[in-house]
């Protein structure tokens, strides 16, 4: 899969000042994101800001983009058919490659139910700084928890094109780290998810 050209003819790419480098010797951390994927319940955003949190009070820079408000703003003309779906991780690669330009570590929390889509995402990222987290929470297991009543609406025709129930969620194959909130407490995956970030090198102080 490409990168999409742009329509327009006549911009260019304009080079920072500030090397990828110098941001890393200044924060102490390289930018990077991790896209969690998984059914909706599964964790995402729950372990997204968890991990948020822990990362900003060890002093280091990290912020979530969570798929329910990003769809309030940047991605609020989008619905839920397949088209949309790949529009609104698209959008939302590209606004965390820039992030991770400004070397921000990015936390994504979003279904993003399509390989396709999360591959375009990595390759618009960069393999070296793209960390797929898949949690693998059972989807019972989602349907039980139910945190928004989605499921309880998807089930009883409600809602369209919802994942796990009338649309489908492709796993990744390959994934760069797996988690199951079910087996695991929050303090566990946070400290699992710090703990690769620091094996990785992505957190240097």
Known sequence: MTKQIPKASNIVNHASLVSAE????????????????GYSGSGKSTLATALEKALIDDHHFAYVL??????HGLNRDLGFAAEDRTENIRRIGEVANLFADAGVITLTAFISPYRADRQLAREVIGSDRFREVYLTTPLEVCEERDPKGLYKKARAGEIGEFTGISAPYEPPLDPDVIIDTSANDLTTCVAQLIAQLRQDQVITA
Request: charged letters at 25%; aromatic letters at 10%.
């Open 66 to 71: 969570d798929g329910d408000n990003v769809r």
């Open 22 to 37: 110098l941001r890393q010797r200044k924060l102490g951390q390289s930018g990077c994101v991790l896209w969690f994927t």
